[in-house]
């Protein structure tokens, strides 16, 4: 209801915030830390969400929509607008009908990604407005804000979170939904069809939204001053979650905080810093702000944090040691970079869940002296101890295509990749490898399910709400021939069938099949257990690295609650002594 006080994360504040803006299509591909916004915009009955198989999919069914006339948004995480910048980048040319936004998730820390990239620097080189909320109750504004610049300035906007702001808790105050009317469509070529004569006059246009997109930030109220009347030398400039670490340590020291932060609103902060002596600004990763007010503002002495920062998080305890060796409070010496010593805690390494599909695949290939480039999914465990399994992880799609790439050098290999990024991008792989007359084997992981962001669906899975697309018809209709259908528990069978493919001079695809425990709807009753009388105490079954085989005092034990009845632990122990 319209008044009440919400506890919400941020990812659930964006959502209320689409709601709110009246938006009517929502698309995604999930990725840590952007996955429950989607999730959570799908509750809203009048937003139509859909899941993409890719980013670039996601941002332009969203982007069609908005061309058409409706408010429409698309999420994603960081590495996510790596694979949507094609049609980002244009989009900033070709404009918008009704409001168009981008929600860009970055991961400071790197928990669940490959890089730590900052995506801000989109903004700049797409020359795309882009806010930045610091919590929930920002998210839900900030979102409304987002579509009202777009339809203004007939622009694309970023709003860019970070881990910390979508997934944090903090009160957020709620307002009715606004029924936004379709906008009406009109052909414009001119404006929305990027042939080159075409582009070069949107170039024009880009430039001059952008100086005006700059003059109207003078003026913004999500731009804010804290502690005016602090009696310091300093000021900090900072944006983000970075200002709440920043509040947290600072009680009298002027403080600018940015919310739109692209373009900058230059004569707002020449205003704010023309009376102090030192500027320190205050960001995550890359020294983007820092960079951004050098070049507007080179006569006034801006100062950023050490080069040690820009790896990692921020926190309370990290910006405090910053302003202190900047306000030379500290020596170099005694900065200390790690606040926290991660080393204090106990190991806990990430590992398959006890029945997991694909144990049997990653115990088999470790087995076999070969390359093994692999891609992103949980599967990517099979990187780590006991299996230590695969030999590359680079991005979505990539063990398709650097697999042809290893048999291009003369080193067969083989690829692994899971059916959400077999749809996501590894089908233009394997198509170029069948055309291209490739000899790699491909093995395809079908649980029916994007497991590793928590159970989204995809092409692959079954749903009353979508089409099943079945992975041996795709790969059929490319044309390849040798195709292998598996059933992923059977481990002799698939330790046969790799190691015949793998000594053939063709292109193979082994698909190998089974749901995903942690979406079966029904449990596995039959259970496991070591017979003591047998065990030899050999632990080949440690190496199928299942959470429920213990060792208590050199005996090896099965943990009943934990085991899923997946039989891999049988299948591999030489006397028989898992019953």
């Known amino acids: 209801m319209a008044g009440d006080k919400l506890l919400l994360t941020g990812n659930e504040a964006i959502a209320r915030g689409a709601w709110e803006a009246g938006v009517s299509v929502a698309t995604a591909y999930p990725g840590t830390p952007s996955t429950e916004i989607l999730e959570s915009i799908s509750k809203y009955s009048e937003i139509y969400s859909e899941w993409g198989t890719n980013e670039k999919v996601a941002y332009e069914v969203a ?22 910048a094609d049609p980002f980048f244009t989009s900033s040319y070709t404009g918008i009908n009704g409001g168009f936004v981008l929600i860009s998730a970055d991961e400071p820390g790197v928990f669940s990604s490959q890089n ?20 929930s ?12 610049i777009s339809e203004k300035f007939d622009t694309p906007v970023i709003v860019r979170m970070t881990t910390r702001a ?55 109220e999500l731009n804010s001053i804290y502690n005016k009347d602090g009696k310091s030398e300093y000021c900090i400039i900072t944006s983000g979650i970075a200002f709440t670490h920043v509040m947290e340590v600072c009680d009298n020291i002027p403080v600018l905080k940015l919310g739109f932060t692209y373009p900058l609103p230059v004569k707002f902060i020449e205003d704010f810093i023309k009376n102090f002596k030192k500027i320190i600004v205050i960001e995550e990763n890359d020294d983007f702000l820092l960079y951004q007010l050098r070049f507007n503002l080179p006569e006034y002495s801006f100062h950023g944090k050490p080069a040690e920062y820009i790896i990692n998080e921020l926190n309370a ?4 040691e910053i302003i202190e060796f900047i306000t030379s409070k500290k020596s170099n010496s005694e900065k200390n970079i790690n606040s926290f010593d991660i080393s204090t805690l106990p190991p806990r390494p990430p590992q398959f869940c006890p029945g997991c599909p694909h144990r049997a695949t990653f115990y088999t290939i470790a087995k076999h002296k070969i390359p093994v480039t692999g891609d992103i ?28 790439g290893f048999s291009l050098s003369g080193e067969k290999a083989v690829g692994i990749i899971g059916d959400s990024t077999f749809f996501h991008t590894g089908i233009n792989g394997l198509i170029n490898t069948y055309y291209n007359k490739g000899i790699s084997t491909i093995i395809i992981l ?73 979406i079966k709807k029904e449990k596995n009753e039959k259970k496991y257990m070591v017979n003591q009388n047998n065990c030899v105490k050999c632990k080949m079954c440690l190496k199928v690295g299942c959470p429920a085989i213990t060792v208590d005092n050199g005996n090896v034990s099965i943990i009943e609650d934990f085991c899923a009845g997946c039989g891999v632990c049988a299948a591999v122990c030489p006397k028989g002594a898992i019953i």
């Open 63 to 84: 982007y069609g929509a908005a061309i058409a006339g409706k408010r429409a948004i698309a999420c994603m995480k960081q590495v996510g607008l790596n694979v949507a």
């Open 116 to 135: 730590e990239q900052d995506n801000r620097n989109y903004a700049h080189a797409a020359k795309v407005p882009m806010l930045e909320p610091s919590d």
């Open 446 to 518: 079908d649980n029916s399910i994007t497991a590793m962001t928590g159970g989204q669906i995809n092409p692959a899975s079954f749903t009353s709400n979508t089409v099943n697309v079945k992975i041996e018809d795709v790969v059929k209709g490319i044309g390849i021939k040798n195709i292998h259908i598996l059933d992923s528990y059977e481990l002799k069978n698939i330790d046969s069938k790799i190691r015949e493919c793998v000594q053939t001079d063709e292109l193979n695809v082994i698909i190998v099949k089974n749901p995903c425990v942690l």
């Open 137 to 148: 109750e920002e998210c839900r504004l900030y979102v409304k804000n987002a579509f009202e």
């Open 377 to 404: 999914g949980c599967y990517g465990l099979g990187v780590l101890p006991p299996f230590s399994g695969m030999d590359t992880i680079l991005c979505m799609g990539a063990s398709v295509t650097m697999a042809h």
């Open 166 to 220: 979508c997934h944090t808790h903090s009160p957020v105050n709620s307002e009715n939904r606004v029924e936004v009317e379709k906008k009406a469509y009109v052909k414009d070529a001119v404006k929305r069809s990027m042939i080159p004569i075409y582009a070069l006059k949107r170039h024009e246009v880009v430039e001059k939204r952008l100086k005006t997109l700059s003059e109207f930030n003078d003026n913004s």
């Open 317 to 320: 305890d990290r910006v405090k």
